[in-house]
């Protein structure tokens, strides 16, 4: 009794067992397709063979039953090993590959062939190349043609604007001041001459101041209290003969000497107090206001389109030499400063017109970059025009193809002279234009373009 229930309970297992199997034989077909069927049933037929010796009685003392048993499990353990490895399973990445699925029974007649299933193919990925590397001549003509040119409406607006109040202050100093022989006021600076201008924001204004050179000369700068070059004096001559009043600018004389600052007060106070500037400024379409706090003589100009600061300068010209009413700061009024700007843009458009050189986009680059740098604005105009002037009697390549090379060779020039502190004048060596920057200005713009050097393109990002 006690040996047909262990049987019984046996079989039963055997059955359950058994029943599990096959629905998972069953099932590996859909899942596994035939060949996966085909391994697990294999190793599930070894595994059930070794789990049905570990449960059957053993005949203990038989010897060839124990060898048997030991024949058989090496035999299953050889079939284990012989089965074939289920493929492996595919990988999310190489879902691109085309499957291969057992074929149905074919057709009658047809041949039997192996029926491929692709899964649908990805777009191809179509890398994109890393962005070119520009060279530093393509960056200076990129910069100049987008970041320098002046839109075209503010181009034409501004000199307009600026010549029609050229004409209405015109027209006050003939009927306020008869007796003054003003000459004909005209338009100056970067933007009328294309070699500075990045903004259409600023014009000169030139007043000329008409002297009898027979009744004044001129004391070189030497010869002056500040015993610089670069200011002149106008000194009223022949007195014995042509006493005061002889001239009608004698009423701005100070110790015998033309005074540029009582020019200038004078000049300032018509601006601020005589003129009627709002009427003006309706009729020209804008809003005029006279700079009260500046020495300058300055206009705002606000206009829909354009803002624009107008700078008047009373001009002197004698003995070929150009003198501004532009004193130094201080406590000397009688000085007049030598200007090279006529001669500066005269000499640059000559060289260019010689040899189709690209000095004035040289040029035009290096005023945006010390115009856009707080510590470089004082560099900008006259300095660099007078180092490109210098660096043009060594250096005779000036083709747009060099301008890189040229722009570089400027900057080190300029290194150069900011490190001696001197940078002599082109028109006229004595004069040092670096002679009214503080010593911690040069040392601070020294080392700003210094660094620079080696990768000049860096000085032409927005700051």
């Known amino acids: 009794m006690a040996e047909f229930t262990r049987q019984r309970g046996k079989r039963q297992e055997d059955g359950g067992l058994g029943s599990v199997l096959d629905l998972l034989l069953a099932n590996a077909r859909l899942v596994l397709g035939v060949s996966g069927a085909a391994v697990l049933a294999l190793a599930t037929l070894a595994v059930k063979r070794l789990i049905d010796r570990a449960t059957s009685p053993r005949d203990e003392g038989d010897p060839k039953a124990e060898q048997k048993t030991l024949e058989e499990s090496w035999q299953d353990l050889a079939l284990i090993k012989a089965m074939p490895k289920p493929p492996k399973k595919q990988r999310r990445e190489d879902l691109s590959e085309p499957l291969l699925y057992p074929a149905g029974p074919p057709a009658p007649g047809e041949p039997r062939e192996p029926r491929i299933c692709s899964a649908p193919l990805e777009t191809p990925r179509v890398e994109s190349s890393p962005p070119r590397c520009l060279t530093l001549q393509e960056k200076l003509l990129s910069h100049y043609s987008s970041r320098l040119a002046v839109p075209e409406a503010q181009a034409s607006l501004a000199p307009q604007l600026a010549r029609s109040i050229c004409a209405q202050l015109q027209t006050f100093l003939r009927s306020k001041c008869p007796e003054l022989p003003f000459g004909s006021l005209f338009l100056s600076g970067p933007l009328l001459d294309g070699l500075g201008a990045v903004t259409a924001d600023h014009v000169d204004l030139m007043l000329p101041v008409v002297l009898d050179v027979t009744l004044w000369s001129l004391i070189p700068g030497e010869d002056t209290v500040v015993r610089n070059p670069q200011y002149w004096m106008i000194k009223r001559t022949e007195l014995e003969y042509f006493p005061r009043g002889c001239s009608p600018w004698d009423r701005f004389i100070v110790g015998r000497y033309l005074s540029s600052n009582v020019l200038n007060e004078t000049l300032h106070k018509m601006l601020v107090a005589s003129i009627n500037w709002p009427a003006i400024g309706s009729l020209l ?11 300058e003589l300055k206009l705002e100009v606000k206009h829909d389109q354009v803002e624009l600061s107008i700078t008047l300068f009373p001009v002197v010209e004698m003995e070929d030499k150009v003198l501004l009413a532009a004193p130094p700061e201080g406590l000397v009024e009688n000085l007049w400063l030598e200007s090279f700007y006529r001669a500066e843009v005269s000499k640059v458009k000559e060289l260019d017109a010689g040899d189709a050189g690209a000095r004035q986009h040289c040029l035009r680059i290096l005023n945006g970059v010390c115009k856009s740098h707080p510590a470089l604005h004082k560099l900008s105009g006259s300095p660099l025009t007078h180092v490109v002037l210098h660096l043009s009697a060594t250096s005779s390549d000036w083709a747009e ?24 004048s082109y028109f006229n060596h004595k004069i040092n234009l670096f002679c009214e920057l503080l010593d911690e200005e040069i040392d601070e713009m ?6 620079a050097i080696p990768e000049p393109e860096l000085l032409l990002k927005e700051k």
């Open 446 to 451: 020294g080392f700003m373009l210094y660094r």
């Open 285 to 295: 379409g804008s809003v005029i206001h006279p700079v009260v706090a500046s020495q």
């Open 401 to 424: 193809e060099s301008l890189a090379d040229r722009f570089q060779q400027v900057l080190e020039e300029l290194v150069g002279y900011l490190e001696k502190g001197v940078l002599p």
